[in-house]
């Protein structure tokens, strides 16, 4: 029976996230409430205040547990090891006013979608749905699970052809108006809290109240000019705290403020099209995307037509991205499931911005509401700054510690005047007096004040040098970072590649390579059609805009790009994009060349490719570029060179960036759509047509700070997407692997029937062949042995292999991260995954990047600096202006060990190398 009960009193709430809460439901008792309530007049407020910072102690003193279906009150538990309390009302939603679907009754379905949260949250017959609200988040109990669930979502368990034929003709009226209801407005609204509420909320922390305490205490002893200063001081502190929390609750309201009024045209079943603010959409509404540029309100799937999108907002760089319609398929698997990792190419994520849309014949191009409000990206992203993942420092745990010692020490002052003035028969008074007073003066009361007068000092300091920071809480801990991870390109490295050669493959074997610059033209061919036609760019305002690679590949072509235009085939109106040979270019035998349909680029899947046909005929070509080892594997065998993998590592040992390119023709009929073709099967049994070679150069300020860093005995990471071979010999040439030291390349294998996980090490040499791989099984961790940080080999591995690591040789992962340098292709989760396991080894892991696919790391790291100045460096305690990693030095110079190290080691028990270190930075004093 007691099981029984604790299964209903608790939960969990988004299980297996990273905001993962426990939730306990308890009902409010009217005698114990009317005690508390005598309680708080017989103390003067004091027992209110303690609740006030004791949230859970407010529950369990008003409050009895019951069962989360009976709660009035739930009291919220983080997972972490902090386990913060929150108290929360649980609210009802009233909905027997509202107009039923197709006037039936109370019995019936509330909306049309049967697997929907709302039909099973309904109390019948009252239509009422019981609810909270975390974190900006609303949950509403499902009565069938006896759970909260989100709302504000399209449930993740509709198919593909649920999207399509469910939401496909849009929702009616009265289902819009119940979702509205339930789901709130669709808006991301920052309020921007009034000084009065800042003021008090700051005052009321338990040092400025132990502070109060303490100077009326001295006021009334006659410290008067003492007294005074410290009062000033708090003042000047508190108004600053007050003022930059006013301004950033301004900056952020503004930022996120023309979000909620964007005009839409939604499609609603039996009403057609009409014009809507965009605050009442609700999860399911389809609308169209009739206008050349729309900033997107909400998280949408895309199930008609296609259309480019500016996605800087979340990946830091203004690179159109172009998406595809979700598939029509009978597939009883989940839609996202079925998309697997690359189901983000169907979604329009809210913020971004659409530059462009490319309807089909079946109509203009539409897209189904999947997140409304604080749930979409954007959102997240805005919740991730109101509600920050607080970070268990080693500072403020021995900060913590250092007050509990002068407490106990004034503790036991108190003890000894009480005993030693009661022994002299001094009044009562006198002895409270002295006692309070003797405890007080353990514990400085200016504490508070002077730590948040140095942060805020400390952040203007930062804004001289054009780095700002939005969570200051971290300024404290920069002094402490003992390692950094980096991104390559547009960090380390040069934002733009330059296009160094093409070494074009026929029958099997690689030609002469054509460099670039070159006095002739590159020479028709299939490796001028890759170049031309497999890419994502598109003509805005009579400019070419794309992704940099891409735009380098199709300039050294000398061809030029038409702004897309619509033509006929057997299906309708298809648009395409047409690109024609230049004056510049070599004489080709062709008009032009026209792309009919896009498999845009996934990181996961490492490539793309495009659909073309050449003006004036009947034939369709598929072009191909990727990562060389993934588009190999695509061709024919017999079709890739012999000696491909040597002429590979020849170029990538150089720092060269390398891309492969493969041709196809296809088989298709004339009334055949292209946009139906599935991409696993067109992009099969290719010919391999060669390796593109571009040049990306490390910025002149990369190598001066990486000798700062290591002379200051600070490690250097290096956390990339690109090819393994590049990234190790970029960091050999930005000295993060010295010469004298050796690079050792871990390749994991995941088990494959009864073959067990194993691992291959690897030496990697400038210019030669590596010695042969010798296996390690997971019985034989035991045998590897290194040297700490000492040692002079430097691991390198990509994320496959990471995640192997992780997956079946973690005992064996510490080892390795200690001495490990280089991590290449790695997803944007890896890169988060790889802080977090840093910082389990006691590192204080900064992490620097230009905000494309590094907005996890950024905010796992103990210190994420921000080289992009897009919407993404919100994600990130701190963006610099300055877009070169010079901001890393500079944050810890300013920043580290405040006070301490002007004082010396023996005081503060200061390691001679922590000191050492912070002077070879150049940090002698504050």
Known sequence: MEEKFWKDHYMLLNKDEENELEIFGYKTQGCRKALCIAGYIMSCGALLLLFYWKPEWDVWANCIPCSLEEADVVLLRTTDEFQRYTRKKVTWIDLSALPLPDGSNSECPL?????SVINRAAKKPQLKVRCIQVQKIRYIW?????????VGSLEDSNTCHSIHHKFGAGLTREDQKIRQLVCGPNAIEVEIRPIWKLLFKEILNPFYVFQAFTLTLWLSQGYIEYSVAIIVLSIISVGLTVYDLRQQSTKLHDLVEEHNKVQVTVCMKREGCKELESRYLVPGDVFLLDRKKLSLPCDAVLIDGSCVVNEGMLTGESIPVTKTPLPLTESP??????????????VLFCGTEVIQTKPTGRGPVRAVVLQTGFNTAKGDLVRSILYPKPMNFQLYRDAFKFI???SAIGVLGLIYTVCVFTYHQKPVAEVVAMALLLLTVAVPPAIPAALTTGTVYAQRRLKKKKIFCITPQRINICGQINLVCFDKTGTLTEDGLDLWGVLPSEGSRFQEIHKFPSSTPLPWGPVCGAMASCHSLVVLDKKIQGDPLDLKMFEGTHWEIEESNASQDGAGTLHTCVVRPGPKASSAPV????????????SGLQRMSVVSQKIGEEQYDLYMKGAPEIVSSLCRQETVPADFLKELKMYTSQGFRVIALAHKVL????????????????????VFLGLLVMENRLKQETKPVLRELAAARIRSVMVTGDNLQTAVTVARSAEMIPKASKAIIIEASEPEGSTPASIAWQLAEDSKASTAAAPVCANAQEKISLDGESCNYHFAMNGKSYQVLVKHFYSLLPKILVNATVFARMSPGQKSSLVEELQKLNYYVGMCGDGANDCGALKMAHAGISLSEQEASVASPFTSQIPNIQCVPELIRFLSSVVLLSRGEKAYGISRNKIDSCKSLGITSI
């Not at 088989?667 to 290719?686: C, I, M, P, T, W």
């Open 111 to 115: 909306v049309a979608d049967k697997d």
């Open 142 to 150: 499902d009565f069938s699970v006896k759970q909260f669930k989100r």
């Open 591 to 602: 008009e032009g060349i026209a792309i009919l349909h896009q498999f845009p680029f996934s």
């Open 667 to 686: 088989s298709l009929g004339k009334d055949v759509d292209v946009s139906d073709l599935e991409r696993e099967e067109a992009e099969s049994g290719l």
């Open 333 to 346: 698997m989940p839609w996202k499931t079925h998309s697997m990792e690359d189901y983000r190419r169907h």
């Open 404 to 406: 509990i010692g002068l």
